[in-house]
């Protein structure tokens, strides 16, 4: 019998504002431990959370990005469980009534569109970081109450890849979006995976297994490469499996049963007493929509339509965006927009990124939309990359003349036609220079000329070269081709 696997995932991403999400400390990483406290996020008896309403946008703001419907109210609910690392007893959440429902992510997969519904993305708290040393334990409560929000989606994902290729895309949203940095080195996102199996086909789901707390996309997609698997061999060998928690132990490769779910958590939940309900008004909405950006995989099919670029160079601009912003700003410009995308791809970056290597001023270009992206402090203007493209394509150039000419504008700025001039890189499309330089080479180079005439073809492209380097580069090579076939066959 075959199995298949049923993926769903549960994605807590910490939220970029200034602040936490019930009191002014600052949100921020990195801090020594316990100095971005208050007796808020401590948890002492007598304070009142006040909502962070930026929090709240950038949730409704997912949710937009997400295709999800939001609802015209939310509220906050406490969920009630004791752990050192969360001083209240209680998580505030939204339980019944969240921020945004019924979604979806569209990304690519094995050359296709794959979707995954969002059931929600709601938010929440962050609690403390707990620090266990060799004879004592801290506790660091500077991630207390940092906002955090859960974005759940339904178990539509089959396979360890795709469920990776899901996250990134999902990542690569909330980065676009400017919701979270996403830094997974800092544990800005983290994630519970719910893993099932059944036979192919089968319409019920097989017990439910959750790999709890990972906090890297290949650590996950190493989990499931091993636990479904695992799962298939207990069934097949006629085994059952029940619902549980498991660990990812990833230098040992395995996952751990923590626990079973035989008994299941009761938190409680009720409303928040000290909060109240969200309901978002039309201007408010009207703002948050106003912040939506064009989805990464929506720019890339945009870049494939509007400029006619193979998928390779719009992955490149989906993902350097200010690089891709800077290739529209020239391509608007431009009749031929692969020329300008071959340009900006194979020299520009290039030549940015060993300036950034040799320490100097220009950054290698962010993955991420920044708002300050190097190209404004390019010397050369759009204008210029255009005139170049022109020199190429009207053949006053040849293309490793262009090389040359790019490299120089970008050092100095000056124009290509100054530069052209200046160093006399002009293509020789005179046939009468030309000839007398084939006349040249064919008299020099007696072998060759015997080796071609006696049906060595390859040796035309030895006096081509001769040709090429008596002309100092500049001659038309196609050209230089022509008239020297028609002598050596005279
Ligand atoms: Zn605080």
């Known amino acids: 019998m075959e199995y298949e696997a049923v993926i769903g995932l549960e994605t807590h991403v910490q939220l970029k504002t200034k602040s936490k999400m019930w009191c002014g400390c600052a949100n921020e990483f990195g801090a020594p431990p316990n100095t971005h406290v ?91 970081k707990n620090f266990h040393f060799e004879r004592s334990s801290g506790v ?111 230098e040992a490769g395995v996952t751990e049963e923590m626990r079973t779910k035989e008994f299941a958590h009761d938190y409680r939940y009720f409303p928040d007493p000290d909060l109240m309900p969200s309901v978002p008004t039309e201007q408010w909405l009207a703002e948050v929509k106003s912040r939506a950006v064009e989805l990464p995989l929506a720019r890339k099919q945009r870049f494939m339509r509007d400029y006619g670029l193979p998928a390779n160079d719009a992955e490149v601009f989906k993902n350097d965006v200010p690089l891709g912003n800077y290739f529209e700003s020239v391509a608007k410009q431009s009749k031929n927009p692969k020329a300008v995308a071959n340009w900006v791809i194979n020299n520009l970056r290039a030549k940015l990124a060993e300036k950034s290597e040799a320490g100097r001023d220009v950054p290698i270009a962010p993955r991420r939309a920044e708002d300050n992206p190097p190209y404004q402090n390019l010397k050369f203007k759009p204008e210029a990359l255009l005139e170049l493209i022109g020199l190429v394509e009207t053949k006053t150039v040849s293309s490793s003349a262009a090389q040359q000419v ?85």
């Open 406 to 490: 790019f490299a120089e504008m970008f050092e100095t700025g000056n124009s290509p036609a100054t530069i052209v001039k200046e160093k006399g890189l002009a293509q020789v499309s005179d046939t009468a220079a030309i000839e007398k330089f084939c006349d040249e080479a064919i008299a020099a180079n007696p072998g060759p000329v015997a080796d071609f005439k006696s049906g060595k073809a390859a040796a035309l492209n030895f006096l081509k070269g001769q040709v090429m380097k008596l002309s100092k580069g500049k001659a038309n090579p196609a050209l230089v081709g022509e008239i020297l076939e028609r002598k050596l066959k005279q």
């Open 140 to 250: 660091d409560f500077n991630r207390a109450g940092v906002p955090l929000l859960e974005i759940v989606s339904e178990p539509d994902l089959t396979s360890a890849d795709q469920t990776y290729e899901y996250l990134n895309a999902l990542v690569e949203i909330l980065r676009y979006g400017k919701i979270s940095d996403c830094d997974m080195e800092k544990g800005m996102v983290r994630c519970d995976v719910n893993v099932s199996v059944r036979p192919k086909g089968a319409k019920e789901l097989g017990a439910k297994i959750e790999i709890k707390n990972m906090n890297s996309f290949s650590g996950v997609r190493r989990a499931l490469e091993y636990e479904i698997p695992r799962q298939i061999e207990v069934l097949k060998r006629g085994g059952k499996l029940i619902q549980s928690t498991r660990r990812w132990d990833d």
């Open 38 to 128: 208050c007796p808020v996020c401590l948890g002492l008896p007598g304070v009142l959370p006040v909502a962070n309403e930026e929090a709240l946008r950038l949730t409704v703001l997912t949710g937009l990005l997400l295709n999800c419907q939001i609802p015209q109210r939310a509220k906050f609910d406490r969920k009630n469980y004791f752990y050192p690392d969360m001083p209240k007893n209680y998580q505030i959440t939204q339980y019944d009534q969240p921020s945004t429902v019924n979604g979806h992510v569209e990304f690519e997969f094995n050359r296709a569109l794959a979707r995954v519904r969002i059931t929600r993305a709601h938010l929440e708290e962050d609690v403390a």
